[in-house]
């Protein structure tokens, strides 16, 4: 399973992070809570190797970690891939449209390559969707935190619930627990 994903800077679109930016996943998970503004209820804090952490939903569980980064899965097929480098690129932008061209997805489709605010991070969102047996949709928003940090945090789930209350509230709790390395 590929995934486009090591974001701004350190990857390729089918999700080949260079080694030297993977460590190997010896991360926890612990607490509960409520994300604050309408996003799921956080049922878990992951930290990962990495030094980043992460508020799960209900249901999200780690799975792995790969040369691409750590990946998650949660509930009716929805995924996550969290992605790290050391060498992130200066325009989020351009390097997703740079990754693009090597996309080796079935039945690809573009819907958007995007500047986003995230935090005051140089950030994009690449959403696509692509079909594996089913429809999926993915967003995968690359940010550079510093100089010498960068992440992605790549969601997917069925495109045919892409527009559910469930989705989106798991996206928001994702992208507003998620907390990188501190320098």
Do not use: C
């Amino acid at each position: 399973e590929d995934d486009p994903a090591t974001r701004t800077g350190g990857g390729s679109a089918n999700g080949e992070a260079s080694g030297a930016d993977s460590a190997s996943a010896s991360g926890s998970g612990s607490g509960a809570g409520k994300d604050g503004d309408g996003g799921a209820a956080v049922a878990s804090t992951y930290r990962g190797a990495q030094g980043y952490s992460i508020g799960l939903p209900a249901g999200w569980k780690y799975v792995s970690t790969d040369p691409a980064g750590d990946r998650f899965t949660g509930p009716d097929g929805q995924r996550l891939l969290i992605a790290w480098t050391s060498t992130p690129k200066d325009d989020p932008v351009a390097d997703w449209t740079n990754q693009e061209r090597a996309m080796k997805r079935p039945q690809y489709q573009r819907i958007r390559i995007e500047a986003v605010d995230y935090r005051g991070w140089k950030t994009a969102d690449w959403e696509f969707t692509y079909v594996d047996g089913i429809k999926y949709r993915v967003i995968d928003r690359g940010f550079k935190v510093n100089d010498h940090l960068g992440h992605a945090l790549m969601y997917t789930a069925k495109d045919a619930n892409w527009d559910s209350d469930l989705r989106k509230q798991t996206w928001k709790t994702l992208t507003q627990t998620f907390r990188p390395k501190q320098a």
